[in-house]
């Protein structure tokens, strides 16, 4: 063990029984009423615990949300790190810039209002998430290997992600774009930018 450092202490069965009540209970809530219509208070009472249960362990909605994703978020790297080609390793970057695009669609399109609220709780929210690095790292370096220069594919990857965010898509979504034009869309986007 490092000096000065304290090991991170077990979470107790009786907290991590809170955790899964809280989280279970707000997935419920957020499907029948959506994300806007369901209040912390009502999270706790469907969950049988106290407001300030809720509070200490996700802070405010938006925390709660990104607990829910953060099994999904898990998903979609481990496919990107270990799974097949073309949204895993093997493939050129190319093919998998519009799998991880395609893939990601589909991860913000199971649950938009809960990725918006994640990505818009406050100000440059959206760039403070720990996937989101994620994302931008993989996209950074699959345009590398394409031949783009390291300062230039930074740039690139965040403009592969801009529209990718969840009020984008929704926006495009309630104008009447369907959601397979939307994949076919932004795949050929990632294609086109990654390839040159």
């Given at each position: 063990?490092?000096?000065?450092?304290?090991?991170?202490?077990?979470?107790?069965?009786?907290?991590?029984?809170?955790r899964?009540?809280?989280?279970?209970?707000?997935?419920?809530?957020?499907?029948?009423?959506?994300?806007?219509?369901?209040?912390?208070?009502?999270?706790?009472?469907?969950?049988?615990?106290?407001?300030?249960?809720?509070?200490?362990?996700?802070?405010?909605?938006?925390?709660?949300?990104?607990?829910?994703?953060?099994?999904?978020?898990?998903?979609?790297?481990?496919?990107?790190?270990?799974?097949?080609?073309?949204?895993?390793?093997?493939a050129?970057?190319?093919?998998?810039?519009?799998?991880?695009?395609?893939?990601?669609?589909?991860?913000?399109?199971?649950?938009p209002?809960?990725?918006?609220?994640?990505?818009?709780?406050s100000?440059?929210?959206?760039?403070?998430?720990?996937?989101?690095?994620?994302?931008?790292?993989?996209?950074?370096?699959?345009?590398?290997?394409?031949g783009?220069?390291?300062?230039?594919?930074?740039?690139?990857?965040?403009?592969?992600?801009?529209?990718?965010?969840?009020?984008?898509?929704?926006?495009?979504?309630?104008?009447?774009?369907?959601?397979?034009?939307?994949?076919?869309?932004?795949?050929?986007h990632?294609?086109?930018v990654?390839?040159?």
């Open positions: 063990m490092e000096l000065g450092r304290v090991p991170a202490r077990p979470e107790r069965a009786d907290a991590a029984r809170n899964r009540r809280i989280l279970d209970a707000a997935e419920r809530l957020f499907a029948e009423h959506g994300v806007d219509g369901v209040s912390l208070d009502a999270v706790a009472a469907e969950a049988g615990v106290g407001k300030g249960t809720v509070f200490r362990r996700f802070g405010d909605k938006s925390g709660l949300a990104a607990a829910l994703l953060d099994q999904r978020e898990r998903e979609l790297q481990r496919a990107m790190l270990d799974g097949p080609p073309p949204l895993g390793p093997g050129p970057p190319a093919e998998r810039a519009a799998a991880f695009t395609r893939a990601y669609l589909d991860y913000v399109l199971a649950a209002e809960l990725v918006r609220m994640s990505e818009t709780a100000p440059g929210a959206r760039y403070r998430l720990g996937a989101f690095g994620f994302w931008h790292t993989h996209l950074r370096v699959l345009l590398t290997e394409a783009h220069p390291p300062a230039l594919a930074s740039v690139l990857a965040h403009a592969l992600l801009a529209p990718l965010a969840a009020e984008h898509l929704l926006a495009q979504l309630s104008a009447g774009t369907s959601r397979a034009v939307l994949c076919a869309g932004l795949g050929r990632a294609e086109l990654v390839g040159g």
